[in-house]
């Protein structure tokens, strides 16, 4: 568990362990690279012996004003999803993880989505009498409009859609149709304690969440960058964004950011131990995540 002021962060894990070949997702990576960055890349962020990179799914619980905020919800179980055998058909005590920290569902007040991508909705919903309906029954659900209109489009497209691997219509729509949905557009402040900061690229509507209590400081940024890698490296994109050029020109503004304000940066997917600081460099950034 994390302390930052008063409030409380604990991370809940769905999955934490290696997926993509490192040089199929940063093709830019060479010897050199491994030379410099051998030392902490195993076995926490990358598996040497099947040269795989190391991601968590997770979310972070949020105890912050009174108010108990999921933000992020992973994959979700029993979700096909074509190409990422690491994350189908999952079977995870995920709900049972949640109430060990301390949150059953109804206890959950703020869903807060970074984006909409299928790894950070699917647990908004569960499959009920053949219906998706809320798993949190009696939270508001925060999302950017820009993301609900650009997967909107693509679920629509017959050629395109289903959007997210079918996550849209079945974690996304549903909290719209019940009515559970706080849309915002752009940045906007929730409460005393968090403010909305935009960060657009990897979708349309990415945001990152800025939490200040007593006056320490935390920033949970979904994947404004997935690895650590992109720390020192801001211009290798993770694939899949809808606007490479801006992830780029997001991911350095969250970094400066976290640089200059010394929040603790709470990641989408980085792995142990999850969670740490950014030092501003003579000529970029450096992470300060120690194991
Ligand atoms: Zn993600």
């Given at each position: 568990?994390?302390?930052?002021?008063?409030?409380?962060?604990?991370?809940?894990?769905?999955?934490?362990?290696?997926?993509?070949?490192?040089?199929?997702?940063?093709?830019?990576?060479?010897?050199?690279?491994?030379?410099?960055?051998?030392?902490?890349?195993?076995?926490?962020?990358?598996?040497?012996?099947?040269?795989?990179?190391?991601?968590?799914?997770?979310?972070?619980?949020?105890?912050?004003?009174?108010?108990?905020?999921?933000?992020?919800?992973?994959?979700?179980?029993?979700?096909?999803?074509?190409?990422?055998?690491?994350?189908?058909?999952?079977?995870?005590?995920?709900?049972?993880?949640?109430?060990?920290?301390?949150?059953?569902?109804?206890?959950?007040?703020?869903?807060?989505?970074?984006?909409?991508?299928?790894?950070?909705?699917?647990?908004?919903?569960?499959?009920?009498?053949?219906?998706?309906?809320?798993?949190?029954?009696?939270?508001?659900?925060?999302?950017?409009?820009?993301?609900?209109?650009?997967?909107?489009?693509?679920?629509?497209?017959?050629?395109?859609?289903?959007?997210?691997?079918?996550?849209?219509?079945?974690?996304?729509?549903?909290?719209?149709?019940?009515?559970?949905?706080?849309?915002?557009?752009?940045?906007?402040?929730?409460?005393?304690?968090?403010?909305?900061?935009?960060?657009?690229?990897?979708?349309?509507?990415?945001?990152?969440?800025?939490?200040?209590?007593?006056?320490?400081?935390a920033a949970f940024i979904g994947d404004v960058w997935h690895h650590l890698l992109q720390v020192y490296y801001p211009d290798w994109n993770f694939p899949k964004n809808s606007d490479a050029a801006q992830a780029k020109v997001?991911?350095?503004?969250?970094?400066?950011?976290?640089?200059?304000?010394?929040?603790?940066?709470?990641?989408?997917?980085?792995?142990?131990?999850?969670?740490?600081?950014?030092?501003?460099?003579?000529?970029?950034?450096?992470?300060?995540?120690?194991?």
């Amino acid at each position: 568990m994390f302390k930052v002021g008063d409030a409380t962060i604990t991370r809940i894990e769905e999955t934490y362990g290696a997926c993509y070949p490192l040089l199929q997702i940063f093709p830019e990576f060479n010897g050199a690279h491994m030379a410099e960055h051998r030392g902490w890349l195993a076995p926490h962020h990358y598996d040497a012996a099947s040269g795989l990179i190391k991601l968590s799914v997770h979310s972070w619980l949020l105890k912050a004003g009174g108010k108990t905020i999921l933000i992020d919800s992973c994959c979700g179980n029993n979700k096909i999803k074509p190409g990422r055998p690491w994350w189908n058909l999952l079977n995870v005590n995920y709900l049972e993880r949640l109430a060990a920290a301390g949150a059953r569902p109804e206890d959950i007040d703020l869903v807060m989505c970074t984006h909409l991508h299928h790894d950070h909705v699917g647990w908004n919903t569960q499959q009920k009498d053949g219906k998706w309906v809320p798993t949190f029954p009696n939270a508001r659900y925060v999302f950017n409009k820009p993301d609900i209109d650009y997967f909107s489009k693509i679920d629509a497209d017959p050629k395109e859609g289903p959007a997210e691997l079918g996550t849209f219509r079945e974690c996304v729509v549903p909290i719209l149709e019940y009515g559970k949905a706080d849309v915002i557009e752009g940045a906007h402040r929730i409460n005393d304690f968090i403010e909305i900061d935009t960060a657009p690229g990897h979708s349309p509507g990415h945001v990152f969440f800025k939490l200040e209590c007593k006056g320490q400081r935390a920033a949970f940024i979904g994947d404004v960058w997935h690895h650590l890698l992109q720390v020192y490296y801001p211009d290798w994109n993770f694939p899949k964004n809808s606007d490479a050029a801006q992830a780029k020109v997001s991911r350095r503004k969250v970094l400066d950011y976290c640089a200059s304000s010394g929040a603790l940066v709470m990641p989408g997917h980085v792995g142990l131990p999850f969670a740490g600081r950014i030092e501003k460099t003579a000529d970029g950034y450096r992470p300060d995540f120690k194991a």
